[in-house]
């Protein structure tokens, strides 16, 4: 919460102006995020991933800070290229991706793609002849808040026979990429990636195939409610654990921050609408707000992001919540499992601020469940 994003809000209500949620996210922050992921890895790319928050305003100004950007469809990359970066400055990180959109990505002169099977190699020989390609490996997540499962990559032995694949058909076999999985709370998480990359480097050289790049990929938190370590923590811990595992003979790297970049960047205004009790005897409150999972809480999904809620009553005794969104979803809950604590004395109408809410909120929410419009945003 900064003050600009104070002064807005207080702004806005004096107004009385906007009537619903809003998400209100502060571009100074992002552009100290970005500072900062430059310094504490300097030898490193930084490659913004756009669907952390796609908004034209964060866009141009990573761009003309010198970001790169990791997109995962053709719309991403117009927009990263409508915000001012080069084609030279977009991947087409996606693993999955239709053939025809590889070849219109091709068209707008996109020459770096993602792959982790043989499959999508030959759609990108066929419709983007000649570009790179980097392959991504298997993570497991462990130590993320938001693990990313076995969707996405290959094993690394595989990964070999995915790039000789690629070096067969006319593409430049560039390096490995892999996703230590978001929200990752443990800086040591990159080094067994690392020490797989390493052997995937070693096997290609010994086909004849010299790679480049590693793709660190995101994973970098945003503050919630438990403390993390600071990006210069990663840093370094990855820094250490490429020396380990590379030698002198470091390669290329690049990142990927999404959550990192914009997460506390934004805050996220709502409204009581309702505190009620399943009966007289029940000693849970349930604490109804004016945005839910469908407003842009999506990542509340298995209540695996636990939001920071600040309210105008902090300071008064705190009694457990069940928190919920408005629509007529029963999915529609955010904390239940474990429920929330807030000041015993909220009422309808008061505004609470859920902060860190600058990542995986304003596209999350959906178009007009229960006739909800999508979440508004704001960026100053
Ligand atoms: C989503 C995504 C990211 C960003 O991840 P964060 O955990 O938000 O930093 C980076 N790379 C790829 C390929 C992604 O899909």
Same mark, same amino acid.
């Given at each position: +919460?900064?003050?600009?994003?104070?002064?807005?809000?207080?702004?806005?209500?004096?107004?009385?102006?906007?009537?619903?949620?809003?998400?209100?996210?502060?571009?100074?922050?992002?552009?100290?995020?970005?500072?900062?992921?430059?310094?504490?890895?300097?030898?490193?790319?930084?490659?913004?991933?756009?669907?952390?928050?796609?908004?034209?305003?964060?866009?141009?100004?990573?761009? @003309?800070?010198?970001?790169?950007?990791?997109?995962?469809?053709?719309?991403?990359?117009?927009?990263?290229?409508?915000?001012?970066?080069?084609?030279?400055?977009?991947?087409?990180?996606?693993?999955?991706?239709?053939?025809?959109?590889?070849?219109?990505?091709?068209?707008?002169?996109?020459?770096?793609?993602?792959?982790?099977?043989?499959?999508?190699?030959?759609?990108?020989?066929?419709?983007?002849?000649?570009?790179?390609?980097?392959?991504?490996?298997?993570? &497991?997540?462990?130590?993320?808040?938001?693990?990313?499962?076995?969707?996405?990559?290959?094993?690394?032995? +595989?990964?070999?026979?995915?790039?000789?694949?690629?070096?067969?058909?006319?593409?430049?076999?560039?390096?490995? @990429?892999?996703?230590?999985?978001?929200?990752?709370?443990?800086?040591?998480?990159?080094?067994?990636?690392?020490? /797989?990359?390493?052997?995937?480097?070693?096997?290609?050289?010994?086909?004849?195939?010299?790679?480049?790049?590693?793709?660190?990929?995101?994973?970098?938190?945003?503050?919630?409610?438990?403390?993390?370590?600071?990006?210069?923590?990663?840093?370094?811990?990855?820094?250490?654990?490429?020396?380990?595992?590379?030698?002198?003979?470091?390669?290329?790297?690049?990142?990927?921050?999404?959550?990192?970049?914009?997460?506390?960047?934004?805050?996220?205004?709502?409204?009581?609408?309702?505190?009620?009790?399943?009966?007289?005897?029940?000693?849970?409150?349930?604490?109804?707000?004016?945005?839910?999972?469908?407003?842009?809480?999506?990542?509340?999904? &298995?209540?695996?992001?636990?939001?920071?809620?600040?309210?105008?009553?902090?300071?008064?005794?705190?009694?457990?919540? #069940?928190?919920?969104?408005?629509?007529?979803?029963?999915?529609? #809950?955010?904390?239940?499992? /474990?429920?929330?604590?807030?000041?015993? @004395?909220?009422?309808?109408?008061?505004?609470?601020?859920?902060?860190?809410?600058?990542?995986?909120? @304003?596209?999350?929410?959906?178009?007009?469940?229960?006739?909800?419009?999508?979440?508004?945003?704001?960026?100053?």
């Amino acid at each position: +919460m900064t003050e600009r994003i104070r002064e807005f809000l207080r702004d806005r209500r004096s107004r009385g102006v906007d009537e619903g949620p809003v998400l209100v996210v502060d571009l100074d922050v992002v552009k100290d995020n970005y500072n900062t992921f430059s310094k504490a890895l300097p030898d490193t790319r930084v490659f913004y991933a756009v669907k952390a928050n796609p908004s034209p305003e964060v866009l141009a100004l990573l761009a @003309s800070l010198g970001s790169c950007f990791d997109t995962a469809s053709v719309q991403e990359i117009e927009m990263a290229l409508t915000a001012g970066a080069t084609p030279d400055r977009i991947s087409f990180g996606n693993t999955i991706k239709k053939e025809r959109d590889v070849a219109r990505a091709y068209a707008l002169g996109i020459r770096l793609f993602a792959v982790d099977c043989q499959a999508e190699v030959d759609k990108v020989a066929r419709a983007a002849p000649g570009s790179k390609v980097f392959c991504r490996i298997l993570c &497991d997540g462990a130590g993320a808040e938001w693990p990313l499962s076995r969707k996405f990559g290959c094993e690394p032995v +595989m990964a070999v026979d995915v790039l000789e694949h690629a070096f067969k058909a006319g593409l430049e076999p560039y390096g490995i @990429s892999f996703h230590v999985g978001s929200q990752q709370r443990n800086q040591h998480a990159w080094d067994r990636a690392l020490a /797989q990359a390493a052997a995937v480097f070693k096997e290609c050289g010994e086909r004849g195939m010299n790679l480049s790049m590693v793709n660190l990929g995101g994973g970098f938190p945003t503050k919630y409610l438990k403390n993390v370590p600071t990006v210069k923590t990663y840093g370094n811990a990855i820094f250490k654990a490429l020396r380990k595992h590379f030698g002198n003979r470091i390669p290329e790297t690049i990142i990927e921050p999404g959550r990192g970049m914009v997460g506390n960047a934004g805050v996220i205004e709502s409204e009581v609408v309702l505190v009620s009790k399943k009966s007289e005897e029940d000693d849970v409150r349930w604490v109804y707000l004016d945005i839910g999972k469908f407003g842009g809480l999506a990542e509340t999904m &298995d209540e695996s992001i636990r939001y920071a809620i600040k309210t105008p009553r902090d300071g008064d005794a705190l009694a457990p919540c #069940v928190l919920a969104g408005p629509t007529c979803d029963s999915a529609d #809950v955010l904390y239940e499992k /474990q429920p929330y604590p807030l000041p015993v @004395s909220l009422e309808i109408g008061d505004l609470v601020l859920i902060e860190g809410t600058g990542a995986y909120t @304003s596209t999350y929410s959906a178009v007009a469940f229960n006739g909800f419009p999508p979440l508004k945003t704001y960026h100053i």
